[in-house]
C-alpha cells in the first residue's frame, strides 16, 4: 500500500457496527457513556470480538444494533477504544426486521399479526414514517389501546437517540448537549432548528458564534431578522451581565451588534436593518427601549420596581418623629452602657435613621458604621419596647421584630458577632432556595417586622434589591448601610452609589476614623487610597503594614518566605489570606493557589486527594463556595474547610466520590458533579472577599494586572486586613491602581428615581440642552468618528425609525411583567 492510499484511509471515518454488551460508566450530567460493544463489523483493523466505545450516547437498549462513527485512539491507560462522534441506531428496515421489532416486547399488546399490518400498510421505511407523523399510526387499523402503544413506544425506543445524535452532529460538547437537553427536553432540535440563537440567551456555554454557526449550517441567511436579533441580545446581554450595566444605548447596541455579527460572517451589515429589528423587539415587548437607552426587561422592570418601592416606603404616611431631646437623653444612657460617646455626626446620623422610613449610611472602615447600627438598634428597641435579651435567645427566625441581613454569609456572620443579633443573608432571609438566574422568578417570603438594616449595601445588584424591596411590607422602617467606595456589585449595577447620588433619601456619610487610630496605618491607607493617593510613607516598614518589592515572577517566593515566617512565629495560617486581583499569570491567583497549598497541606502518602479541573483538594485544604446554594446555607464567597474525602467503594459501602466540607460547623457533602462549585481559597479573588475580614492579608499587585487596575479595587483589598497588611509587587502598579477611577456604570436607577420622587428639577436636566462644553465635545467626537453612527442614530430618530417612547405611552412596567424574554 502506498502512502497516499493510506492517508485515504486514515482519513476515512471509521465506523464500528455492534450491539451493546454493557455499560461500564454513565456520567450524571451528561450523556457521556463508556461501553462494550460486541463487534459485528468495522472499517479499520481490528481483531478482538468486542471493543471499548467512549461518547454521548442516550439510553442505548442492549438488544439493539449501532453504528458508532469517530475514530480509534490510543487511551494511555485503558490502550486502544473507539472515540464516537456521533451514532446511529440500526433500524430494522427489512419487512422481517419490522415485523420482530414491532411484536417484541417494547410494544406490549401488538402481535405478530398487527405487526404485519403495520408493515404492509407503511412498508420498510415504517420506523421512520411512524417517528416523523405518529399520526400514521390511526391508518392502520389498530385498536386504539394499540396505536398509543406503538405511538409511545417508537417515541420512547427512538426520540432520545434521534435527539442526542442531532445534538451530536451540531458538535455540542456531553456537558452542552446534556445542558440543551435538560432545558428542551423533546423540542430540542426542533428549538435548534427554528431559531438556534435562542440557544445563546437560554444555555449557558453557547455564545452568538456557536449559534451563527449552526444557523449557518441549517441555511439561516446573513441578514435574517432571527440572526440580527441573537446578536442584539447577545450585545445587550454582554453589556449587562459581563461589565455590570442595566442599559445600552442604541448606538451602542447597533455598533456592538454590527461588529459581532460581521465577524460571525464576514458580510457587511446594514446598521438600519439592526435599528429595524430593535424596534421589532421593542414591539414585542421583548427588550425595553427608553429615551435612547436599550434594556434587557428584567433589569428594566427591576430599576423601576427598585425606585417605585423606595419611593412608596420613604413616604409612608406613618413617619415617626421623635423628639431630639427624647432620643438624646436615650442615647446618652445607651452610651454608657456601650462605654463610648458618638460624634456629632454619628448622633445625627441615628436620630435621623430613626425619623427616616428608609435610611441610607456610608462609610469607610473604621469610621462607625457597626457601632451606629449597633446604637440605632438599642434605640429602636427601647423606643417601641422590644426586648434585644428575647430576640438574642430566640431560636428560630420567625417574628423577629428587627431584622438583620447582607448580601453573603461572611458579612452576616459578620454582622451577628458585631451586633450579637441574629443576622442571616439576603437569600436566606427572602427564603430564597433556587440559584441566581431564577431571582426574578424566585417565590419570596413577604417579610414582617417593624425594623430591616441591610450591611454591604453596595455588593447588591438591582435585580436582587428589587426582589428584596419586593417583599418589604410598606410600613417597615428599612436601612441601608455599606461603604461607596468598594467595588460595585458583581451583578449588574450600582444600586447603592446611585441611591446615594439620588439625593432623594435621607442619608448620612461617616468621614472620621476611629478604629485603632494611633497604632494603625492600614485604616490611613485605605483612606488616602480612597482619596486617589498613596500616603508618601507607602514603602516605609509600619508596625501593621510594609511594602516588599518584588516582580511578578518574585511573587511567589516572596510569598512563600512571608508565609513561612507567619507560621515560625506560632501564628494561625487561617489567620492568613492571600487576596489577587486575576486567576491567570504567575502571580494571579490559581498560581499562589498552587504554591500556598505546598505550603501549608503538600501531598503525603497516604493523605487521601482527588482532582477537580486543574486543582487538587486534600483534607485540610481551605476552599472558597462558589455559587449560592441557599438549600444548604452557602454562598457565593463562603470559606471552608475539606474535613473528607470519600472515594466510592464497594467494599466499604461508598456508592460515590464525595469532599465534605465544614463551613463554620456547617457541614456540607459535594457529589461529583458539585465539585467546581468549589475552589482552594488560600488565596481569592478581591471581589470574592468583599463583605469579609481577615487578621492578615497579604496582596500581591505588579504590572501584569494592569487590566484590573482601580482605585476601588485596591481600596476593597486593602480596607479587608483588620491587624496586618503585607503589599508585595512594584510601586507603580500600586501607584496606577490608585490613579484610576473606574468609570461608573450605565444605570438608569437614578433617573428612575427622580421621576418617581417627583424631583421635577433633576427630571428636566435630563431633558434640557446639553452645555456648551459638552455640545463641543460631543461635536469633536462625531468628526474624530465619522462613522456615521451618531449621525445615524438620531436620523433614525428623526425619521421615526426609533422612536425614544418607542411604546412607552400610557404603559406601565407591570404591564410586561408576566411575560418571559425570547428571541
Ligand atoms: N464615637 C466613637 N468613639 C470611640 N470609638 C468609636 C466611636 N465610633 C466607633 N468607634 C470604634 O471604632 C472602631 C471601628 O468602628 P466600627 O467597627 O463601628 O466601624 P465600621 O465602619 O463598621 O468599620 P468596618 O466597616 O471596617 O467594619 C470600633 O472599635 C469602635 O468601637
Known amino acids: 500500500m502506498n502512502n497516499t492510499q493510506q492517508e485515504l484511509i486514515q482519513n476515512e471515518q471509521q ?29 479499520f483493523d481490528w481483531k478482538e470480538h468486542t471493543i471499548t466505545v467512549t461518547g454521548d450516547f442516550a439510553n442505548l437498549q442492549e438488544e439493539n444494533e449501532y453504528r458508532f462513527i469517530g475514530h480509534v485512539v490510543d487511551h494511555p491507560r485503558y490502550g486502544k477504544q473507539f472515540k464516537a462522534e456521533t451514532y446511529e441506531v440500526d433500524v430494522p428496515d427489512t419487512t422481517e426486521g419490522l415485523v420482530h421489532y414491532f411484536s417484541s416486547d417494547k410494544f406490549p399488546g401488538i402481535g405478530k399479526k398487527s405487526a404485519e399490518r403495520i408493515v404492509k400498510i407503511l412498508g420498510d421505511d415504517a420506523l421512520n414514517l411512524l417517528i416523523q407523523d405518529p399520526e400514521r399510526a390511526q391508518e392502520l387499523g389498530l385498536s386504539s389501546r394499540q396505536a398509543q402503544t406503538l405511538i409511545e413506544g417508537v417515541k ?14 451540531y458538535g455540542f460538547s456531553s456537558k452542552i448537549s446534556a445542558r440543551i437537553f435538560a432545558k428542551y427536553h423533546e423540542k430540542s432540535l426542533t428549538v435548534i432548528n427554528e431559531n438556534p440563537y435562542q440557544l445563546s440567551i437560554d444555555i449557558d456555554g453557547i455564545g452568538f458564534m456557536k449559534a451563527d454557526q449552526i444557523a449557518n449550517q441549517i441555511g439561516i441567511k446573513d441578514d435574517s431578522a ?17 461589565s455590570g450595566n442595566t442599559y445600552a444605548t442604541s448606538r451602542q447596541v447597533i455598533e456592538n451588534a454590527i461588529t459581532l455579527l460581521e465577524k460571525g460572517r464576514q458580510t457587511a451589515i446594514d446598521p438600519e436593518i439592526v435599528a429595524d429589528q430593535i424596534i421589532e423587539l421593542e414591539k414585542k415587548h421583548r427588550i425595553v427601549a427608553d429615551q435612547q437607552h436599550i434594556y434587557v426587561r428584567r433589569l428594566y422592570h427591576a ?6 418601592k423606595l419611593y412608596t416606603i420613604a413616604t409612608n404616611q406613618d413617619q415617626k418623629n421623635y423628639d431630639e431631646k427624647k432620643l438624646a437623653k436615650i442615647l446618652r444612657r445607651i452610651e454608657r452602657h456601650l462605654g463610648i460617646q458618638y460624634d456629632d455626626v454619628q448622633q445625627d446620623a ?11 449610611l456610608t462609610g469607610g472602615p473604621g469610621t462607625g458604621k457597626t457601632t451606629i447600627i449597633n446604637g440605632i438598634v438599642a434605640m429602636f428597641a427601647e423606643l417601641n419596647g422590644i426586648d434585644l435579651k428575647q430576640i438574642q435567645q430566640q431560636k428560630d427566625d420567625s417574628h423577629l421584630p428587627i431584622l438583620l441581613a447582607a448580601p453573603t454569609g ?46 454591604e449595601t453596595s455588593m447588591v445588584d438591582t435585580e436582587l434589591m428589587d426582589v428584596l424591596l419586593g417583599a418589604i411590607p410598606y410600613n417597615m422602617q428599612v436601612i441601608f448601610v455599606g461603604d461607596k467606595d468598594q467595588l460595585p456589585s458583581v451583578g449588574p449595577g450600582q444600586v447603592f452609589a446611585d441611591l446615594l447620588e439620588s439625593d432623594q433619601l435621607p442619608k448620612k456619610e461617616l468621614t472620621r476614623i476611629y478604629r485603632q487610630s494611633d497604632d494603625s496605618s492600614i485604616v490611613e491607607l485605605s483612606h488616602s487610597i480612597q482619596q486617589g493617593q498613596l500616603p508618601t510613607d507607602f514603602t516605609q516598614q509600619h508596625a501593621d503594614r510594609s511594602f516588599i518589592a518584588c516582580n511578578a515572577f518574585q511573587v511567589p517566593d516572596v510569598l512563600e518566605q512571608v508565609v513561612k515566617l507567619w507560621i515560625s512565629k506560632g501564628n494561625l495560617i487561617d489567620d492568613l489570606q492571600v487576596l489577587a486581583p486575576m486567576y491567570k499569570g504567575v502571580a494571579g491567583i490559581d498560581s499562589l493557589n498552587n504554591r500556598m497549598q505546598a505550603i501549608v497541606n503538600p501531598a503525603k502518602h497516604g493523605r487521601k486527594e482527588v482532582q477537580v479541573n486543574q486543582q487538587v483538594f486534600r483534607i485540610g485544604d481551605r476552599v472558597l463556595q462558589l455559587v449560592n446554594d441557599p438549600e444548604h446555607n452557602i454562598f457565593n464567597g463562603d470559606i471552608g474547610k475539606v474535613i473528607g474525602i470519600d472515594l466510592k467503594s464497594a467494599k466499604n459501602h461508598i456508592p460515590a466520590d464525595k469532599i465534605i466540607v465544614d463551613f463554620d460547623g456547617n457541614e456540607v457533602g459535594y457529589e461529583k458533579r458539585n465539585w467546581n462549585q468549589l475552589t482552594l481559597a488560600y488565596c481569592m479573588s478581591i471581589h470574592k472577599s468583599q463583605g469579609g475580614e481577615f487578621p492578615l492579608i497579604i496582596l500581591p499587585m505588579v504590572r501584569q494586572f494592569s487590566r484590573m487596575f482601580a482605585r476601588n479595587l485596591l481600596y476593597t483589598a486593602v480596607s479587608r486586613a483588620k491587624q496586618k497588611l503585607i503589599l508585595l509587587g512594584e510601586v507603580d502598579a500600586f501607584e496606577k491602581s490608585v490613579s484610576i477611577v473606574s468609570s461608573n456604570r450605565q444605570t438608569g436607577l437614578k433617573e428612575m428615581l427622580w421621576e418617581a420622587f417627583g424631583d421635577h428639577e433633576k427630571v428636566n436636566l435630563l431633558d434640557e440642552t446639553d452645555s456648551e462644553d459638552e455640545i463641543e465635545t460631543a461635536k469633536s467626537d462625531e468628526q474624530e468618528t465619522n462613522q456615521g453612527l451618531n449621525v445615524l442614530t438620531n436620523s433614525l430618530i428623526e425619521s421615526g425609525k426609533i422612536d ?14 408576566e411575560q418571559k424574554p425570547k428571541v
Do not use: W
Open 15 to 43: 465506523f464500528v457496527k455492534g450491539r451493546v454488551k454493557s455499560v461500564f460508566f454513565q456520567s450524571n450530567d451528561s450523556f457521556y457513556k463508556v461501553i462494550l460493544i460486541s463487534v459485528k463489523e468495522t472499517n
Open 156 to 169: 420512547d425506543n427512538n426520540q432520545t437517540d434521534t435527539i442526542i445524535i442531532g445534538l451530536n452532529n
Open 226 to 242: 432571527v440572526r440580527i436579533r441573537g446578536a442584539i441580545f447577545q450585545v445587550l446581554s454582554d453589556f449587562c451581565y459581563e
Open 303 to 308: 430599576e423601576h420596581g427598585i425606585a417605585n
Open 350 to 360: 441615628i436620630f435621623t435613621a430613626l425619623n427616616s422610613r428608609c435610611f441610607l
Open 410 to 455: 461572611r458579612a452576616a456572620k459578620r454582622m451577628t458577632e458585631t451586633t450579637g443579633l441574629p443576622a442571616r443573608t439576603i437569600h436566606r432571609l427572602l427564603g430564597i432556595n433556587g440559584h441566581d438566574e431564577e431571582l426574578s422568578e424566585s417565590k419570596v417570603t413577604e417579610l414582617s417586622g417593624d425594623l430591616l438594616i441591610i450591611d
Open 804 to 817: 425614544p417612547m418607542i411604546g412607552m405611552n400610557g404603559i406601565q412596567p407591570k404591564n410586561f411583567m
